[in-house]
């Protein structure tokens, strides 16, 4: 994988510590309109907020989180073609049936905190 280091962050005590642990975390809901949801992503995490702050609000929001540094990322689909430091979010909606909606966040990090956002959204299943 050329280098790619990806971190997993277990960030419940993370996420205790930094806010009480004020009851349920905010679930964001998300429609099927990526610019919807990046607009709802930033209303949560702005251009600017430290890595490990975002990673904790996006985990809370009910995300699953990986931060990658020095890693090929792809925002277009295509073939990865540049290496870039950012923190992966994806989540799944829950459904009784065979086909789910999929969530995929990715947060690119300079200087230790989120300077864009980018967000891809699609059915999946069998």
């Given at each position: 994988m050329n280098g790619k280091r990806c971190w997993i962050h277990v960030v419940g005590v993370v996420f205790c510590i930094l806010t009480g642990c004020q009851g349920g975390a905010e679930r964001l809901s998300f429609t099927e309109d990526p610019a919807k949801c990046k607009a709802m992503v930033l209303s949560k995490v702005p251009i600017g907020t430290p890595t490990?702050?975002?990673l904790t609000v996006m985990t809370a929001c009910g995300f699953k989180c990986t931060v990658c540094t020095n890693t090929l990322l792809s925002l277009d689909g295509t073939t990865a073609t540049q290496r870039a430091d950012f923190v992966h979010?994806?989540?799944t909606s829950q459904s009784?049936?065979?086909v789910s909606r999929r969530w995929q966040v990715e947060l690119i990090i300079a200087s230790n905190k989120v300077q864009d956002v980018f967000?891809?959204?699609g059915l999946i299943g069998p």
């Open positions: 490990m702050e975002a979010c994806d989540m009784l049936s065979m967000v891809t959204t």
